[in-house]
């Protein structure tokens, strides 16, 4: 990270420059100018960290007009009311005030910076059905917004290749790479066939051969649109995003890519791997009393729906199962492969059980120009075959679930889990509500 120490008029003590040095690490590069140099100095800096400040100051406009995040600094590293003044005028003039009140916010402020500069160098891939003019055009506004506010670089590719790709990869490629699977990532075949098993591995070679290609740090494919309901349906390739995950690899289903730039901004600032997952307000104990999923009646539904808003919990579940859980979300060491039933006969999901604990969702909206966060803990888990779609359920208890309503943008929402470290929520807040130019919906 590229870091301006600045100083108004005279060089500051020595014991300043320190107290600035000390919040930031060794292998930073800090340069340190007067507001007459800065002025004159067009690197590109990540952050500037203004010492002597009192009142007033001749750095604002600067500032303010290259939107170099700055931040006020003190020996004791805590908010002196001789920065409040500073602080309202690089508002004013549209410039990013880091909020610096503690060490432990100038820390998160620190780490969303650097959060920052990792986003602003991603690149993400959707494969999707280009015939659907309608969501390309969504894709296309959020890929505009997403490059404008995140800096991140979404590339859009067909479906029509990837299917082509695979095609192109053997039988004793798909059957190597399985081999590997079973060793590694998944508990085997599962309740799937080996043909199954190989179409699924061919389209995983693909998909690696597009991220490899492009150097995305994620991938969502448009699995629904693009292979179920094609005139001849395909075998989904939604298994392999579970190897993915392994790999380290950003998965979103769905080719969303709104969920999957929201995974990318979770898993910037917060460290953990995410996932997505439905969201929905039922499915609670009325529908966990049934025998069948089939005799939920309108009347229980509603009784589930009050019961999420009285306990303040919202229901994530996807696919039949609890979605793409990433290792460090997964209880199991390896998935298992189930076949998505009832809906899709011939169909596999990957299954795991979810982790609990603290949680924070996210959303992005559809110009990436506001992002809807957040933070509860996931208690408790419901499972069950005799569930149909929703046997994999996780419970996650959150503020007010009236406000998540007043607030919620799709049913698709990234969840991550939130490390040991209490700044990490911290991180996001600064993340997305400063340095992202993100408001909270």
């Not at 432990?104 to 659907?132: G, P, Q, W």
């Not at 909206?365 to 994999?392: C, E, K, M, Q």
Request: aromatic fraction near 8%; proline fraction near 5%; glycine fraction near 8%.
């Amino acid at each position: 990270m590229k870091v301006a120490v600045l100083f108004a008029e005279k060089q500051p003590e020595d014991k300043l420059v320190e107290a600035a040095r000390s919040v930031l690490l060794p292998q930073d590069e800090v340069v340190c100018l007067s507001a007459e140099d800065f002025k004159a100095n067009r690197t590109d800096f990540d952050v500037a960290i203004v010492l002597g400040v009192c009142g007033s100051n001749p750095l604002v406009e600067t500032l303010a007009g290259q939107m170099i995040p700055c931040m006020a600094i003190e020996p004791y590293h805590a908010f002196h009311p001789y920065h409040a003044a500073f602080y309202r005028d690089v508002e004013r003039a549209g410039g990013i005030v880091l909020p610096a009140e503690d060490p432990k916010r100038i820390t998160a402020s620190l780490a969303a910076v650097r959060a920052r500069k990792t986003i602003r160098s991603s690149v993400l891939l959707v494969v999707d059905v280009h015939e659907n003019d309608f969501r390309a055009e969504q894709v296309r506004t959020f890929a505009q917004g997403a490059e404008v506010n995140l800096g991140v670089n979404i590339i859009r590719r067909p479906v029509a290749e990837l299917l082509e790709r695979a095609a192109g990869h053997g039988d004793s490629e798909a059957d190597k790479t399985l081999k590997q699977w079973y060793a590694q990532v998944l508990d085997g075949p599962g309740e799937m066939d080996s043909h199954h098993m190989r179409q699924v591995a061919k389209l995983y070679l693909a998909e690696r051969e597009m991220i490899d290609e492009t150097g995305a740090c994620g991938i969502t494919v448009e699995d629904i649109g693009g292979f179920l309901l094609a005139d001849k349906p395909k075998v989904m390739p939604n298994v392999s995003y579970g190897v993915l995950a392994f790999e380290g690899i950003l998965a979103a289903e769905e080719g969303d890519i709104e969920v999957l730039a929201s995974q990318l901004l979770l898993h910037s600032a917060l460290g953990e791997h995410p996932t997505m997952s439905n969201i929905y307000l039922a499915y609670r104990d009325s529908f966990t009393a049934l025998a069948e999923a089939e005799n939920y009646t309108s009347e229980m539904e509603l009784a589930d729906y009050y019961q999420c808003i009285n306990d303040n919990h919202v229901t994530a579940a996807h696919f039949s199962t609890s979605g793409i859980l990433p290792p460090n979300m997964m209880e199991e060491s390896r998935y298992r492969v189930r076949e998505a039933l009832p809906a899709w006969p011939g169909q596999s999901m990957i299954s795991a059980t979810p982790k609990l604990g603290p949680v924070m969702m996210a959303r992005l909206t559809s110009d990436a120009a506001g992002v809807h966060l957040v933070g509860g803990r996931a208690d408790s888990l419901g499972f069950g075959d005799r569930y149909g779609w929703y046997r994999g359920r996780w419970f996650i208890k959150i503020p007010n679930v009236s406000d998540f309503i007043a607030r919620c943008l799709h049913q698709h929402y990234a969840i991550s889990p939130i490390g040991g470290k209490g700044e990490s929520v911290d991180v996001l807040e600064i993340l997305s509500d400063r340095l992202l130019r993100l408001t909270k919906v």
